[in-house]
């Protein structure tokens, strides 16, 4: 489909017989594109002229790449005026014509078809009308509109807004707040078409100062959206950051897709020197705002890349802010220019995708795993919501039908009914659904759009994930039962899959503790809990391979019992053991002992002063017994055996 757009000249009306050259210029700026012969037509120009001598005209139409061609020259004699004048292929002749030429003719020297073919529409096509005598008493070109008809395909181009002026960054004064940082901004509007889709966004900033390792630079977008381009570069590696001097002189350009990161700006010993410059005379580095916490005070949201904000698309028209914080005083500065610029073309073709949007967000539900009652764990629950989503990041537009043909998890129940539609997205364009998922079971969704004509089209998407919370256990382990005089344990806790914990937290009986000191706590029962915040692996929340889990770092409960008492023991003095028929007997602690012995670790039972705890054959025998706890003997006896068959 073709479509006529008319694009006017700037700086109109405007006199003609200039104290110069007596020759006027007008620009006008064709936003659209096409290539003349191809995809577009010059359909005409029009032009209107108060002059009290057309004779003395030259009138020339000039195409971005530098192609001129004579409309008219030397056309009219002496007559006044070229009123409503309009020049298009087929057009009648000019030169035959009389002032003030109303109506429609041909260019003089040929033709715009062909002296133009093959040449991109979108740019500076400029109208020069120059006076060779000098003597008209009226000279002004008031109009001059050009128009073209082009196929409906969306604008592309670049779109730049700038501004310039000496601005101090305020020293030493920033607080994390964008009210404590020097606002720069665009004094010119980026200006982004309706409908056109952003394909790259640059930002290049200009400054002067002595430390560059002070400076926290963030872009604010139109609508608020806030960018960290640098935050105080170097000051991972020193307090105080790298001491290179940023100038004005050197322009730094920021885009996702340049090599060095913002982090090692003013790093002369890393080849970032910011007077290390590329032949254009400009630095370029990749955003990197090095974990900056969103102000306070923000008016939107924050993000880390360009990419992030190219989805506002004709949104990111506007006026653009440069934030600059200095966070240590002694070295100043100033902030002397700011461009941003934006790319745009048109939109790719569709190309859709079905992915996990927010993969295995912890809910953190698991039952707390009793290691007495052996019950507990491996039910906790994760978030889950997938998305169909187009590939190039456009919109897919409200009113589309998506729905789930099945979700079922890994054991074959049925978390979601077939038919259930997917959400449109407005923010992100995409359309969703959430639901939740059971640890280490997984599961499998297939997704198809519908329409009420034709059911389902396209191709089935299907996409799966499993996820696991940690396996966490006592390290060092805890007895049951300890005696009321051991050493204190220091409580320590492991995960069976190895990736550490994030925290670790451990309570006695509901009360915050580090240790179990069984001398403090006396005798009695203890319910003994940790709870374990488990670090998260390196997949992001999705299996690597669709079948091992991944570890999105979830907090599991693990409780135990442990029981601490007195240790209260004695031997008895004289026994008599029956012996079976090979004539001997085995003596047992309880055979021998007396009292509350139950928190002992192990027994050493000797038997007539051998190293064995057996007797063998009729007739007397002593023994002797040892208390072992914590691998010490602390309690010893001895007594006689009396053995009979």
Request: hydrophobic residues 40%; glycine residues 12%; contains cysteine.
């Amino acid at each position: 489909m073709m479509s006529a757009q008319t694009f006017s000249g700037s700086g109109l009306p405007a006199d003609i017989l200039n104290s110069v050259t007596n020759t006027v210029t007008s620009d006008a700026m064709v936003t659209v594109s096409g290539t003349i012969g191809a995809t577009a037509t010059l359909d005409q120009v029009e032009i209107d002229i108060t002059h009290t001598f057309d004779g003395d005209l030259i009138i020339t139409l000039i195409s971005p790449a530098g192609t001129e061609l004579l409309l008219s020259e030397f056309n009219g004699g002496a007559g006044d005026n070229f009123t409503s004048t309009i020049f298009a292929d087929g057009g009648a002749d000019i030169t035959a014509a009389f002032a003030p030429f109303t109506g429609t003719f041909a260019p003089e020297d040929g033709d715009f078809a062909t002296t133009f073919a093959g040449e991109e529409v979108n740019g500076l096509w400029t109208l020069r009308v120059a006076d060779t005598f000098g003597e008209a008493s009226v000279a002004t070109l008031n109009e001059f509109d050009i128009t073209f008809t082009v196929e409906d395909t969306p604008v592309m181009g670049m779109s730049c807004g700038s501004g310039t002026g000496i601005v101090a960054i305020p020293d030493g004064s920033f607080d994390g707040s964008l009210a404590s940082m020097g606002p720069y901004s665009t004094t010119t509007e980026v200006d982004i078409p309706s409908g056109a889709f952003v394909t790259d966004i640059t930002a290049t900033v200009q400054k002067d100062h002595t430390w560059v390792g002070d400076l926290t630079v963030i872009l604010e977008a139109p609508d608020g959206t806030l960018l960290p381009l640098m935050n105080r570069p170097g000051v991972d590696n020193s307090t105080v950051g790298f001491s290179s001097d940023a100038s004005i002189s050197v322009p730094i350009n920021f885009n996702d897709d340049f090599a060095a990161d913002a982090e090692s700006m003013g790093d002369d010993g890393g080849g970032f020197s910011l007077t290390n410059v590329g032949d254009d005379g400009i630095v370029d580095f990749f955003p990197n705002g090095d974990g900056l916490a969103a102000p306070g005070d923000a008016g939107g949201p924050l993000v880390s890349t360009f990419a992030e904000l190219r989805s506002q698309g004709e949104g990111l028209g506007g006026v653009w802010t440069l934030h600059v914080g200095d966070s240590a005083g002694l070295d100043s500065g100033v902030f002397g220019g700011l461009e941003v610029c934006v790319d745009y073309g048109p939109a790719p073709d569709e190309e859709l995708e079905i992915t996990i949007s927010d993969p295995c967000s912890c809910n953190d539900d698991a039952s707390p795993i009793d290691l007495i009652a052996g019950t507990g764990g491996d039910d906790g629950t994760f978030s889950e919501t997938i998305a169909v989503a187009d590939v190039n990041g456009v919109d897919l537009g409200a009113g589309r039908d998506f729905r789930l043909n099945s979700l079922v998890d890994g054991d074959g129940n049925e978390l979601a009914a077939a038919g259930t539609p997917l959400v449109y997205n407005a923010a992100d364009g995409t359309y969703e659904y959430s639901f939740n998922h059971v640890d280490r079971v997984g599961y499998t969704a297939r997704v198809q759009e519908y329409t009420a004509v034709a059911g389902a089209i396209g191709s089935e998407f299907e996409i799966g994930n499993i996820c696991a919370y940690p396996d966490p256990f006592f390290d060092p382990s805890l007895d049951e039962i300890y005696c009321a005089f051991e050493e204190a344990i220091t409580l320590g806790a492991d995960d069976v899959d190895g990736l550490g914990a994030e925290l670790v937290e451990f309570t006695i009986d509901g009360n915050p503790a580090t240790e179990f000191d069984p001398v403090a706590l006396g005798p009695g029962v203890y319910e003994v809990a940790m709870s374990y915040d488990s670090e998260a692996d390196d997949n992001a929340g999705v299996s690597p391979d669709g079948v091992a889990p991944a570890f999105p770092g979830c907090v599991q409960e693990v409780v135990t019992t442990v029981v601490v008492e007195d240790l209260n023991v004695g031997c008895i003095g004289d026994i008599n053991v029956t012996l079976g028929e090979s004539c001997s007997a085995t003596i047992l602690p309880e055979m021998v002992l007396t009292g509350n012995y139950a928190c002992a670790d192990d027994f050493n039972i000797t038997v007539d002063g051998s190293n064995a705890n057996r007797i063998i054959g009729c007739g007397d025998h002593t023994y002797m017994i040892e208390v072992i706890v914590a691998d010490e003997v602390v309690y010893a006896c001895w007594g006689d055996i009396f053995a009979e068959d």
